[in-house]
């Protein structure tokens, strides 16, 4: 009896197992909202990391969370290091700007290592802006693992909701 549970188990683990390793080599989560604003506006809110802290939900509601700012205070080279709160310890750093699109670079240190682009684009319509919040990047074997029993596009896409959200009652206050 005990062996046969131990082979069901493993055929189980080797199934799952070989189920991840057909998951794709990268991801890409996106979402976008309309916020009544002319993107020179919204772009203040995201090409300054102290103004993108102040709506960004990675960095709200978590007390133990700490970050310290370098370089510049917006665009290229204006970074963001952070670390000991639930998103974890890494980087965001600046690496191009322009009135269109601000593209950043996440470093992850842990919980997992991982390097991400970050890209933000506003397109404007009339009097709105459409803003697009996407991050893609590679997915190693154990991203894909953890893929398999947590859906990630939900998890961050829900995170980017939230934080367009905010910056959408920000941008449209005055």
């Known amino acids: ?3 046969t549970i131990a082979i069901v188990l493993a055929v189980g683990v080797v199934a799952v197992l070989a189920y991840a ?3 794709p080599d990268s991801f890409s989560v996106a979402r ?15 090409n300054d990391l102290r103004a993108f802290n102040t709506w960004n939900p990675f960095e709200q509601g978590d007390a133990r969370n700490r970050g310290e700012y370098t ?9 963001y290091v952070f670390g000991g709160g639930s998103a974890g310890d890494g980087t965001l750093r600046i690496l191009d700007s322009a009135p269109t699109i601000v593209r950043m670079e ?3 240190v842990k919980p997992m290592e991982a390097r991400n682009q ?5 397109q404007p319509r009339g009097t709105a802006t459409d803003v697009t919040w996407r991050m893609e990047g590679e997915s190693p074997f154990i991203g894909k693992l953890i893929g398999v029993f947590m ?3 939900r998890m961050v896409g829900g995170q980017f909701e939230s934080g367009l959200a905010d910056l959408k009652q920000r941008a449209e206050r005055t």
Do not use: C, S, Y
């Not at 976008?32 to 772009?43: M, R, S």
């Not at 370089?71 to 970074?79: E, F, I, L, N, V």
């Not at 970050?118 to 506003?122: A, E, G, N, R, S």
């Open 71 to 79: 370089g510049p205070q917006a665009g290229p080279g204006a970074t």
């Open 32 to 46: 976008t909202a309309t916020v009544q604003a002319p993107p020179e506006k919204l772009h203040a809110l995201i």
């Open 106 to 108: 996440l470093h992850m």
């Open 1 to 3: 009896m005990l062996k």
């Open 151 to 153: 859906n990630m596009d």
């Open 21 to 23: 390793a057909t998951r």
């Open 118 to 122: 970050v890209q933000f684009i506003l």
